[in-house]
C-alpha cells in the first residue's frame, strides 16, 4: 500500500505518461513523442526513465495489461522532458560553458 500525505496524495508512486522530447540535430530541433515511466513525489513528477519504454510481459495477459496502462498513458497531459524533468548540468558541461 502506497503512503499518503494529509490530503490524500501519495507520497511515492510511478506510471506511464507520454512525454515530449526534443532532441537538437544537425538540422534543427527533432521532436519525438513517447511512453516513459514517471516516478512522483506527493503527486508531483519527480523523474522519468531516459529512454522510452515499449510494452512487455511474461505472458499474454501481462502484455494485455501492460498495453492497457500504456493506453491510459494517452489519456493523460502530455509531459514536457525539459521542462518537467529539468536535468543537472555535469561538471563537465559546467567546463564547457566555461570555455
Not at 15 to 44: A, C, L
Not at 50 to 61: I, Y
Request: include cysteine.
Amino acid at each position: 500500500m502506497t503512503e499518503e500525505n494529509e490530503d490524500g496524495i501519495p507520497m511515492s508512486h510511478w506510471n506511464f505518461r507520454v512525454i515530449r522530447k526534443e532532441t537538437d540535430h544537425s538540422s534543427g530541433k527533432y521532436v519525438t513523442f513517447g511512453i516513459y515511466e514517471v516516478y512522483y513525489t506527493e503527486g508531483k513528477p519527480t523523474a522519468c526513465t531516459m529512454e522510452m519504454m515499449s510494452p512487455h510481459g511474461e505472458t499474454l495477459d501481462e502484455l494485455k495489461q501492460d498495453i492497457e496502462w500504456y493506453q491510459l498513458a494517452l489519456s493523460k497531459p502530455v509531459l514536457d522532458f525539459d521542462k518537467d524533468f529539468p536535468q543537472e548540468e555535469s561538471d563537465e558541461q559546467l567546463d564547457t560553458k566555461a570555455d
